[in-house]
């Protein structure tokens, strides 16, 4: 983390990175334009102790427009992580039931904060210390108890901790920071945090104000954008795809075989699938070891009696993400301890040189206890591609005859 990141200055990054995103089109101007950065949020750690981001409110008037997240910690490589256009977001009373649920479940505790932790990043735990040494620490929204790596016996990569910093191999590291600090250098250049231009506050989204800021920035604006229709036809029936939440704490990958499925109109109860990949029961729910990552195409393929012939990448790429869109072919994202789907991309110029690329990711987590959108809690969100890791994609192309 950069020492001295005050809370102007997440307010300050937060609204240069967004200005940028909607000056060059990538956010629609009818919602983003003229809103303000009002707040720097909410802090989330990693679990070595260092603050990775700030999940930062986006606010038009009275209205909530969006959640974003920027990060402050230049191991992650660049200042925006994601943009969640529907997240349901309050820390005080988030905040509140888990501290009831943490007296409830360890009668007697004591504690002196409590603090967000992307304990197994996206999913989010809250981590109650005492003396800067943690005495408990509760998954959001399942308020399960996370076990310290210590403490497990059986192998759960749905549901163990990792560090996201430590996770980032050594040269990769590296690289990010200084891309990171290129990236506020550049900032400071246009936009001098104590000397702001009379005519620009960078805590407002303006699409005007912030082209006068960076008018000698000469290109042509194109944005490459598509999210999933009913056929490759950009006119129809738009959008097409669904949202389903988990049933269970560890049944990510079950939900996101279930929307990959219900978009090909191949409608099964997440436990008829989970039960083919082996995951147990509601009751008594199992993840998908690593070591069994490939079940997900065997599952897929059966329960279209091959109609749908499925595919497993270990090395994805931001070429077959877009390619697998632009064929109206939804993905299934697995990253370290959790799946996804995304059914959308966008890509832009950066002002500064090269592409914004983002992606649209369906997150069935955290747990519904209809696996319905509309039961609140699950994620849809354009999040950064160069600043996540992404373990093995999966693929479905529908065979015609």
Known sequence: MIKDFSRSMVKRLAG???????????????????????????????????????????????????????AINPS????????HPNLEWNERAIRKEATNVARNKKKGIQFDRVRFVAYSYPKLAAQFLIDN???????????????????????????????????????????????????????????????????????????????????????????????????????????????????????????????LLDFYRYNYAQTRIAQDLNLGSLAVPNTLPYANDGDVVTVIENLTSNALVADMN???????????????????????????TVAGYTSGPSIFGGNFRGLLVYNPWPPSTTGLSTDGGMITSWENFDTHTYRVTFTAQLTLV
């Open 314 to 340: 270990t090395s994805p790429t931001w070429a077959e993400f877009k390619n697998e869109i632009r064929a109206n072919r939804p993905l299934i994202s697995f990253v370290p301890g959790h799946a996804r």
């Open 76 to 83: 992650l490589g660049a200042p925006l992580l994601a943009v």
């Open 133 to 259: 040494d943690e005495v408990l620490m509760l998954e959001l929204y399942t308020w399960e108890i996370v076990p310290k790596e210590r403490d497990q016996k059986i192998e759960d990569p749905y549901f163990e901790r990792w560090s996201v910093i430590e996770e980032i191999p050594p040269k990769r590291k590296q690289s990010n920071i200084v891309q990171f600090k290129e990236r506020l250098n550049q900032w400071d250049e246009i936009c001098p945090p104590l000397r702001p231009p009379k005519t620009f506050d960078p805590e407002i989204l303006r699409v005007f104000e912030f082209g006068q800021l960076v008018h000698d920035f000469a290109y042509t604006i194109r944005v490459d954008r598509r999210e999933l229709h009913y056929s490759q036809e950009n006119t129809d029936h738009h959008p097409c795809y669904e949202l389903r939440g988990q049933l269970t704490r560890v049944w990510c990958v079950a939900a996101s075989v279930q929307m």
């Open 16 to 70: 240069l990175e967004l200005n940028e995103l909607l000056y060059t089109q990538i956010l629609p101007s009818d919602l983003y334009d003229g809103a303000r950065i009002n707040s720097s949020g909410t802090p989330i750690y990693d679990i070595n102790g260092e603050v990775l981001f700030h999940r930062v409110p986006v606010r038009k008037g009275r209205r909530l427009v969006a959640y974003a997240d920027i």
